[in-house]
């Protein structure tokens, strides 16, 4: 992930999570919708320049608002494909859903992550090193992000991060362990204290009144 690509995707991420990775679609997916268009707006160029058949027919702003109208499309579909990524935070990871008009964001968090996988289509794909990347959450639902470059590499990155996650909250729940049991420790201890002072007032009561008891008699004779 590059300084650019950080700053552009950061504005999806809560202030609390930090971005690790962003991850795109194979990049062949946009160079078919490219050379598809291309071929579109380049063939009745041509045609229309070395054709005076359609010259005569066809007026040459016809022309010119075609290629505006290809031109915006190729720009929209460069866009389309640079912004359908996954974002890999140090909990969770977001799926970003662009369009022009809105934009969908869903996310799900390691802990609820059951397991994940790679899946190929085709035979082609084995050259282009482009799989699809499911993630199968806890409830039975999936995230999939179609056609990625080198999946197994971002595979490796979210098991390591949901890992260490684990470990982080192992640890929390070992100090919260240890701090019940210093608190537990603390109150059997006033417990103690306080029922051995009340004991101690006790026996001196009850040996002040055995003395006083004792001195009512009257061969006692008081030696303090």
């Not at 609390?16 to 579109?40: D, Y």
């Not at 050259?127 to 992000?145: S, T, Y």
């Amino acid at each position: 992930m590059n300084n650019f690509e950080e700053k552009f995707f950061i504005k999806y991420v809560p202030e609390w999570q930090e971005l690790f990775a962003v991850i795109h679609k194979h990049f062949s997916v946009i160079f078919l919708r490219l050379f598809f268009w291309l071929s579109l707006a380049i063939l009745p160029s041509f045609m229309f320049y070395y054709s005076e058949n359609i010259k005569e027919l066809i007026p040459f702003y016809f022309l010119e608002i075609y290629l505006i109208i290809i031109y915006i499309k190729i720009i929209y579909d460069i866009f389309d494909w640079y912004n359908d990524v996954w974002m890999i935070t140090n909990s969770w990871i977001i799926d970003l859903k662009w369009s022009l008009f809105k934009k969908k964001i869903d996310s799900v968090d390691f802990t609820n992550i059951e397991w994940l996988w790679v899946e190929q289509n085709w035979i082609i794909d084995t050259i282009l090193k482009k799989w699809d990347l499911v993630i199968h959450k806890i409830w039975d639902d999936q995230f999939v992000l179609e056609d990625v470059f080198k999946p197994f590499k971002w595979v490796d990155l979210i098991e390591e991060i949901s890992d260490s996650q684990e470990e982080d909250e192992d640890e929390v729940n070992i100090t919260e362990e240890r701090f019940n049991m210093l608190i537990n420790t603390l109150w059997w201890l006033m417990e103690w204290f306080t029922n051995k002072e009340k004991d101690s007032i006790k026996e001196k009561e009850d040996s002040s009144e055995k003395i006083e008891k004792i001195k009512e008699k009257y061969w006692t004779i008081d030696l303090r």
